[in-house]
C-alpha cells in the first residue's frame, strides 16, 4: 500500500543564496528587466524539478521532467519573460505549462492573470497538483492543445508559447489585443526567438531575437 507523505517545501538559505548567483548570471547575459530579474531571485526552482534532480536548481540549463519534456533553461524564461513586457492588469496566455517555473515567473508580476495550457495530461496533473500544494494561483490551468489558443478567454494581452512552433499559429495572431504581444520560438530543428506586436486589426511588427532550442509545440495530437 502507499502512503500519502506531507513533505514541506523547503526553501533554505542556501537556496537562496544559490539564487543571487543566478540572477548575477543573468545580469552578466544581458537580462535587464527589475521585475524579471526580482521574479528568478525569488521563486524556489527546484520547487519545479523533478526528484533527483534539485540540486541543479540554480544551474542555468534545461532539464528533463516527465513526459519526455523540459524544465526551460532560467536565461530562456528571463528573456521570453523580458519580451513580454508585462504590465498590470495584462492578461496572459501560457502555451506549455510544463513544470509551471516560468507559470510562477508570470504570476510574479503584479496584477496579472494568466491560464496556461498543457497538452501532456502526466505533466498536467503533477504541475497543477504542484500549484495547489504551494498555493500558486493562476486563472485557469487547461489540459489540451494550446496550438488553438483559448478563443473563449480572447483577446490576450500577451501570449508567450514555451515549445518550438514550425510556424506560427495563427489562432494565436487572431487573440491577441490591440497592443498585445506574442512571444514564440520559431523553428524546426533550432528556433529563433520571435515577437509580435498587434499594432492594429491587421496589422503586427515582428522582430527576432537569436536561436534558442525547444521541445517541439505539437499540434493535432494526442
Ligand atoms: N515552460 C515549461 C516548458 C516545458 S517544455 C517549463 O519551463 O517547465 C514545453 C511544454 O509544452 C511541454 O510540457 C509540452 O508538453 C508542452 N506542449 C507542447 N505542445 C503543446 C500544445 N500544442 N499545447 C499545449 N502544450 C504543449
Redesign the pocket.
Known sequence: MEVATFVPMKDTPKHQGQRRQLVKLLMDKGIADAQVLAALGAIPRHW?MDQGLEAYAYVDKAYP?A?D????QPYT?AFQTQLLDLQKGDKVLE?????????AVLLAHEGVSIYT????QQ?FKKTALLFKKIGLRPKKVIF????QGLPEQAPFDAIIV??GAVQVPKPLLEQLAIGGRLVIPVGEKDQIMTRYVRTSEKSFDRQTFGNFR??????NKS
Not at 69 to 72: L, V
Open positions: 519545479y521532467i513526459a519534456q523540459t524544465i526551460s524564461v502555451i506549455g505549462t510544463g513544470s509551471g517555473y516560468q507559470t495550457i498543457e497538452r501532456q505533466l489540451g492543445d494550446g496550438y514555451t515549445a525547444f521541445v517541439p509545440l505539437l499540434k
